[in-house]
């Protein structure tokens, strides 16, 4: 009764319904990405294995030492533990593998070896093979059934009860879906993108990790000042940004005593205030390190091109500064707008401080952005949204971790014992309002360097 033939252009050396070829994975599709490079693939799940394996021992840790909910005989009964449980052990698994598959590259590119890449999956035998892929089909299909199931059948009044249930909720009915999505659009198992090989011959546009790092010095020129005026620029703001940052810690702390120094960064705001100084301390120190190698090469001091050090610090570094670069341009707006918006009220201008605190940090600090939009040349690439998505969803959990350490609400609009309390509207709104200002921002970037495709006080081939 064979209806099915087999086709030897696709399953020559083995079988096309189960992927057991032989040798196993000579694509290695497993480790690799149609968007990105290994690197970045590796990066993204070891995040993801990060935060799972976190969430799982806080639920456990939480439920049972302190919430108490029911018995730990009963815990892992129930399939959303289990597909969770299946979820981390496959991301744990495909780091792993991909960060094996990353030293063996860079073996190889070092001459240290002579063989082809390899991740150890390629040599475990058939019977681990077909677990991980088993897996990996179980993973990649369960979560969006519990995500479906429980929001459409057993969500109640009971969902939102308690700031404990809220998060288990999110992380386990709803970002599970989430990281699947991630694997789904960035592994190569099921993707449905092709690489462009105009645009990412050199490295890849998702993430900007091109190699060599930054070959047009987006990330220390400017369109409309020279070098040295964009250093001055940012070297301004990041001494603004230091001031202004020590002397609400102190005026707060020492002086005015207003709220206990433990609960001081539990606030999205300082968080994000302490990213924004963050990023122009780092591109100050970059733009000031290019312009002394301009000087030098225009002195004759210097034989070889114009450099700064990001460029020689490796890609988790160069990874880390996009990402910042990601949430300062973008966080700000939000911040802004959710303050004056929802949280501003009469106390907002009660005494000079607080009109000082409120300008500085909910106004001046969407200003700072602006500064950088228009006289920057960084690009924001697309990839860095997952990287501001997860960072919202790990403050979530953070601010809800806080209410039940210390019992206070780090924003109100989180509380869903508060009387009309709209928890999900909120998160999900901002989690939409966070995706439009990425993808406007995204747009302003485009168009300002369509008005000004080149550096100013420096020539280069802009490939980047």
């Not at 050396?13 to 040798?23: A, D, Q």
């Not at 009860?161 to 694997?183: G, M, Q, R």
Request: aromatic share 18%; glycine share 6%.
């Amino acid at each position: 009764m064979g209806i099915f033939r087999r086709r030897t252009d696709r399953s020559e050396h083995g079988h096309s319904w189960f992927g057991l070829h032989r040798p196993f994975d000579p694509g290695y599709r497993l480790v690799t990405s149609g968007l990105i490079s290994p690197f970045a693939l590796f990066l993204i799940r070891l995040l993801l294995a990060v935060w799972s394996v976190a969430a799982s021992l806080a639920h456990i840790i939480y439920s049972q030492s302190v919430v108490k909910e029911y018995p730990f005989k009963q815990y892992f009964v129930y399939f959303t533990r289990l597909t969770y449980i299946g979820l981390t052990a496959y991301f744990c698994a495909a780091a792993f593998h991909s960060g094996f598959f990353v030293l063996s590259l860079r073996q190889l590119k070092k001459h240290e070896v002579s063989r082809a890449p390899w991740f150890p999956l390629q040599k475990w035998g058939k019977f681990l093979q077909f677990l991980h892929l088993t897996l990996f089909s179980s993973i990649i299909t369960y979560p969006f059934i519990v995500t479906i199931v429980y929001w459409a059948f057993l969500a109640d009044s009971e969902t939102w009860s308690t700031p404990f249930k809220s998060w288990s909720n999110i992380s386990f009915h709803a970002i599970n879906s989430v990281l699947v999505l991630v694997e789904l659009i960035f592994g190569r198992d099921m993707t449905i993108f092709r690489r462009r090989t105009k645009r990412s011959e050199h490295g890849h546009s998702w993430f900007g990790l091109h190699q060599p790092f930054d070959a047009g010095y987006r990330l220390v020129t400017s369109g409309t000042v020279k070098p040295w005026v964009l250093f001055l620029i940012r070297l301004l703001l990041a001494i603004w940004s230091v001031a202004a940052g020590l002397a609400h810690i102190i005026l707060s702390q020492a002086v005015l005593d207003e709220i206990p120094f433990k609960q001081y960064y539990v606030y999205f705001t300082r968080l994000t205030f302490i990213g924004l100084t963050s990023y122009f301390c780092a591109a100050a120190f970059h733009s000031g390190f290019f312009v002394l190698s301009l000087r030098q090469l225009k002195k004759g001091e210097a034989t070889r091109a114009p450099w700064y050090p990001l460029q020689k610090w490796g890609r988790v570094l160069q990874f880390l500064h996009l990402a910042l670069f990601s949430t300062i341009i973008t966080y700000p707006i939000i911040v802004t707008v959710v303050y004056w918006a929802i949280l501003a009220s009469s106390q907002s201008f009660s005494s000079p401080f607080y009109s000082w605190s409120n300008i500085a940090f909910h106004a001046l600090n969407s200003v700072l952005l602006l500064v950088e939009l228009i006289f920057g040349r960084v690009r924001l690439y697309l990839g860095y949204w997952i990287v501001c998505a997860i960072v919202l969803a790990l403050y979530l959990g953070m601010a809800y971790l806080v209410h039940s350490v210390q019992d206070i609400w780090v924003y109100g609009f989180l509380d869903p014992q508060k009387p009309g309390a709209h928890v999900a509207a909120y998160i999900v709104g901002i989690l939409v309002a966070e995706t439009v200002v990425f993808i406007v921002i995204w747009g302003l970037i485009h168009i300002r360097d369509w008005i000004f495709p080149r550096p100013r006080g420096i020539r280069v081939v802009t490939t980047a």
